[in-house]
Nanobody
Framework: QVQLVESGGGSVQAGGSLRLSCAAS????????MAWFRQTPGQERDQERE????????????YYADSVKGRFTISRDNAKNTVYLQMNSLKPEDTALYYC?????????????????????WGQGTQVTVSS
């Protein structure tokens, strides 16, 4: 059974840091691209989840939303089947439910990493709240 389990969310003041983790029980994790998306109240449909960061299956390529570039860093440890999101200089507008997602056929979605439809599996989300 495929599972993505996020952890590391919490409440922090503006300017603070959090590190999210996503433990994946996917037998193809080593060849899957991974990403983080986020969703705020009012964005109730999957299609309205906002792309945050992407990492290719080997970790050689990473992409970020403009809103987090320079503050967030995505990384992965294929030996541990885990992907991370280091979030620094957090802002109140970063407050959201953060989801981990896995694309088990990344070659089929080349260039489409920011679309939710490119991903096959999703976690349940971890809440991040940033207060001013």
């Amino acid at each position: 059974q495929v599972q993505l389990v996020e952890s590391g969310g919490g409440s922090v003041q503006a300017g603070g840091s959090l590190r999210l983790s996503c433990a994946a029980s996917i037998y193809t994790f080593g060849t899957s691209a991974m990403a983080w998306f986020r969703q705020t109240p009012g964005q109730e449909r999957d299609q309205e989840r906002e792309f945050v960061a992407y990492i290719s299956w080997r970790g050689g390529n990473t992409y970020y939303a403009d809103s987090v570039k320079g503050r967030f860093t995505i990384s992965r440890d294929n030996a541990k089947n885990t992907v991370y999101l280091q979030m620094n200089s957090l802002k109140p507008e970063d407050t959201a439910l953060y989801y981990c997602a896995a694309d088990i056929n990344p070659l089929s979605h080349s260039g489409k990493y920011y679309y939710t439809f490119s991903y096959d599996y999703w976690g349940q989300g971890t809440q991040v709240t940033v207060s001013s």
